[in-house]
């Protein structure tokens, strides 16, 4: 069984930035592909980025440009660095692998 763990969520200001981590414990494998998604009230989840085996990345058109999606296969982690944060990117951010979902953490980008 695998479980998921994100960090790095918060308050911040736009323009400003922050950086998510998701850490897989129990059973991993490094051909797992990861990807975050994210929710925001009222809305439905979108696909923020992924990240395959080969390093292909893939990003919805909303972050592209401006997030940044990595893995550190020794860590069992993958990581979302997000720049230039605007209040539309406010919202509880998942990662998810291998069919498994984190809790989520919540980013909330205000003045």
């Known amino acids: 069984q695998v479980q998921l763990v994100e960090s790095g969520g918060g308050l911040v200001q736009p323009g400003g930035s922050l950086t998510l981590s998701c850490t897989a414990s129990?059973?991993?494998?490094?051909?797992?592909?990861w990807y975050w998604f994210r929710q925001a009230p009222g809305k439905q989840r979108e696909l923020v980025a992924s990240?395959?085996?080969?390093?292909?990345?893939n990003y919805g058109d909303p972050v592209k440009g401006r997030f940044t999606i990595s893995r550190d296969n020794g860590k069992k982690t993958t990581y979302l660095q997000m720049n230039s944060l605007n209040p539309d990117d406010t919202a509880v951010y998942y990662c998810?692998?291998?069919?498994?979902w984190g809790q989520g953490t919540q980013v909330t980008v205000s003045s």
């Open positions: 129990g059973s991993y494998s490094e051909l797992w592909a």
């Open positions: 990240i395959m085996l080969s390093g292909y990345t």
């Open positions: 998810t692998a291998a069919e498994s």
